[in-house]
């Protein structure tokens, strides 16, 4: 334990009790649960973000939709709005939260998004907003006791797993370990290319001290797509970069881009990072620093929704910016069970037949 843990660790046995006391109330049936006709899957994790929650709900969609007339909800987390909001033409990420205007961004026709504090009003509104709705995907809701999904997904990475992690404030945990528990499946993201059967095994064992012995536990990577610019009319990508995030972690996207490309500076911003014109011009500032270099500016798929904002934009003319996609990379023999568990859930909620 480190020194700095032992003046946390009274305000994290604080924070797990209380916790601890809520899921009591609710596993004792003394604050109730609600569930709805139409199938719920929650995609969520111990921690405080950072896990990869909205590439796997994006790895869902692409699966699921093409069969499936399909929701997304999410909390709508760092917008300036509240309440309930349909995501359509007229709203931004201001509106509806990073997240869910890229996932709106991407998928648009395939999928019905929406976001809204209280899950448990929303997913009435979705349905009567959309009729036929077939299933709902919940980001980020694992910790909303007030629903009773059909389906969870419990989310953690492979560099730190909930089974080394505390609670808040002494590490990222939002609720116990023993939580995991309410998994239907786990899921271990951003593993390396390089894990060993070995390395699953081992996380697998240590992640079922946790979960019912039933539960599955699969392993997905990332798998990092071809640059792309921002704005019409950019140069060629180059050789030279400035990675700018505003994410929990950006080390896995450093290592990605390290391996054919001389990154000269790494900009980092908070998650959830509202993009101003003064974070615009502090990165040309450090651009014309290596002017000689021509490098070129690349973030990620959750930042540039926010950087398309014409005043940010026009702070950054003239400076090539691309967006580097990525995606959950995942076995086929995992993929393909984890979504047959997936297709079960939402097929016996809608014939009405009993788990």
Sequence with gaps: MRFPDFLLFPFALIYGGITAFRNHLFDAGLKRSQAFEV???????LAVGGTGKTPFVEFLIKHLSP??????????YGRKTSGFR??????????????PFQVYSKFK???QVAVGEERILAIPMMLAAANGLQAILLDDAYQHRYLKADGYILLTTFEKPFYKDHLLPMGRLREGRKNANRADAVVVTKCPNTIS??????????IKCFTRKETPVFFAGLNYGRPYPLQNGDR?????????????????????LTKNHQVLEVISFPDHHRYAEKDMQSIRRICDKFRDKKPAIITTEKDAVKLRDERLL??????????????VAMDKKDADDLLYRVHEIIKTKNTGVEK
Excluded at 67 to 76: A, E, I, K, N, T
Excluded at 197 to 206: A, F, H, N, R, V
Aim: net charge negative; charged share 20%.
């Design 67 to 76: 069969g499936l007339s399909l929701g997304v909800l999410s909390r709508g």
């Design 109 to 111: 026709s395939q999928v």
């Design 197 to 206: 059967q070995e390395e699953k095994d081992l996380m697998t064992t240590k």
């Design 314 to 327: 026009k702070i950054l003319q003239h400076l090539p910016v691309f967006i580097l996609p990525v995606a």
């Design 86 to 99: 349909i995501a359509d033409e007229t709203v931004g990420p201001e509106d509806i939260g990073d997240e």
């Design 39 to 45: 199938p719920t899957i929650v995609v969520g994790n």
């Design 236 to 256: 060629g990508l180059g050789k030279n970069l400035i990675l700018v995030t505003g994410i929990v972690d950006p080390k896995p996207i450093l290592n990605e």
